[in-house]
């Protein structure tokens, strides 16, 4: 089972070694794309164009576009599941959790990086900033994505279960060809925001601390303060709604 899940526009600073774009995730069939982004990319951010800056990364403060207007090619990296933080990657508490869940990790969460593409957990990149549905000078990585990880990633995931707990924008960088499962979370019977981020990153733990290999026992796993409502079926995905149970 591959779990995809969205990326988060905070990120931790530090890590070591040099970044390399051949060490990505799916490299020969990406690499064209990723370069072109990451060119584009890192030849704003040495312009020194804080207007442009500004704009794509999404921050005001002068302070806050220099921590991330560096070259790229030179910048310490981190695995992407450390790498990047906010709610549902503080409530995954990846940092915490031992060696065997810290693998299942790595080696079934995807991530959709709005620079890098779909990238493993493990993955290692360095420092970025690009705010969500921005544009890299003229490129829009979500168009160059739609087309890029189509045929690799249905290839990739053509024998797995797919849990996609993504934020609906990434529909646009890619969708499953096949069956996948979403996941809904109710509160007082209203759809929720900041908890369902919560949520995707508990939902994450307890699937990576129980080794969960198929859709099957993920749906029979119960999961503390949730309760299973209702599972809606359409032509290539499920749903599991889940209440909230605080």
Known sequence: MKI?????????????GKFDLNSLMLSQKLTPAREELFNEYNKIVTSNNLEQLSKMFGLKKEADILKYAKDINSSPTLKA??????????????????????KYIDKNVILFSNLFGAIKADDKIPL??????ETVGELNPAKIYKTALKKPLDAYLENEDI??????????????????????????????????????????????Q?????????????IKDLELLEIRESKQKQEIIYQIEE
């Open 4 to 16: 995809l899940l969205a990326p988060s526009e905070t990120k931790k600073e530090g890590g070591d």
């Open 210 to 222: 129980n080794q969960i290999t198929t859709i099957a026992d993920f749906i029979a796993m119960p």
């Open 81 to 102: 599941i450390q790498r990047y933080t906010g709610v549902a990657f503080d409530h995954l508490e990846y940092e915490n959790l031992d060696i065997q869940t810290q």
């Open 128 to 133: 970025y900033r690009l705010k969500q549905g």
């Open 163 to 208: 849990l996609d707990i993504r934020a609906g924008f990434y529909d646009k960088f890619y969708k499953p060809n096949k069956l996948y499962t979403t996941l809904k979370f109710l509160k007082n019977g209203k759809v929720v925001s900041h908890w369902a981020k919560a949520y995707r990153g508990i939902v994450l733990k307890h699937i990576a």
